[in-house]
């Protein structure tokens, strides 16, 4: 498809498992942003990926956070010893370029994590 | 830091009202600013954007917001509401030279027949 494709849709994980969750960005796009979104709390950054530019880490809630872009396409987001307060949707989105510059990120429907 | 604030979790409005959903912001320099809609099911959608020049921008599905610096606000309007304007709806700013959004925790918008 042309859009942000994210998978798996839904995981159930338990306690103290390691995930992976998978982004693939629209082609050509080479900014790419992981946000997540907890009930209430609205779209938290975590990270983001600009072309062969080092990412802005800033905002991996822990060190048990990672992200890594191959080919600078595809990206997985992995989250190890997983919690209960992980559990959120894990949004993806892909641009043009730097969102000062276009302002238009384009989002893929997410991936529900259950940790229990 | 930088921040966004929308101070109504959940609004409900009548069908053919009209709407405004309000956003603060916290910035430095002249910012960067957007509207997301994120409807039932579907992944967020860009409803307008504000770079520079004309503080009032229009946006898809009859939407507009008025950048107002003194206030620093970015509230987004619309003058009749229809049922599928229902979705939540999140303010966003841009992060310095970042590139990266900063959103809103999101306003909830309940239309009634």
């Known amino acids: 498809g042309a859009g942000v494709s994210q998978s798996p849709s839904n995981k159930v994980t338990e306690k103290g498992k390691d995930v992976e969750l998978r982004c693939d960005p629209i082609?050509?796009?080479?900014?790419l942003y992981w946000y997540r979104q907890s009930l209430g709390q609205g779209l938290e950054f975590l990270i983001y990926f600009q072309g062969n530019s080092a990412p802005d880490k800033s905002g991996l809630p822990s060190d048990r956070f990672s992200a890594e872009r191959t080919g600078g396409s595809v990206s997985t987001l992995t989250i190890q010893r997983t919690q209960q307060e992980d559990s959120a949707v894990y949004l993806c989105?892909?641009?043009?370029?730097?969102?000062?510059?276009?302002?238009?990120?384009?989002f893929g429907e997410g991936s529900r994590l259950t940790v229990l | 830091a930088q921040s966004v604030t929308q101070p109504d979790i959940h609004i409900t409005v009548s069908e053919g009202a009209s709407l405004e959903l309000r956003c603060n912001y916290s910035?430095?320099?002249?910012?960067?600013l957007f509207w997301y809609v994120q409807s039932p099911g579907q992944g967020l959608q860009l409803l307008l954007k504000?770079?520079?020049?004309?503080?009032l921008v229009q946006g898809i599905k009859g939407f507009e917001a008025e950048f107002k610096r003194s206030q620093s606000s970015f509230n987004l309007r619309k003058p009749s509401v229809h049922w599928s304007d229902a979705a939540e709806y999140f303010c966003a700013v841009t992060q310095g030279s970042q590139g990266n959004l900063i959103f809103g925790k999101g306003t909830k918008l309940s239309v009634k027949p």
């Open positions: 989105a892909s641009s043009l370029r730097r969102a000062a510059n276009t302002g238009e990120l384009f």
């Open positions: 910035y430095g320099a002249t910012p960067y």
């Open positions: 082609s050509g796009h080479t900014a």
């Open positions: 504000y770079f520079s020049g004309d503080t």
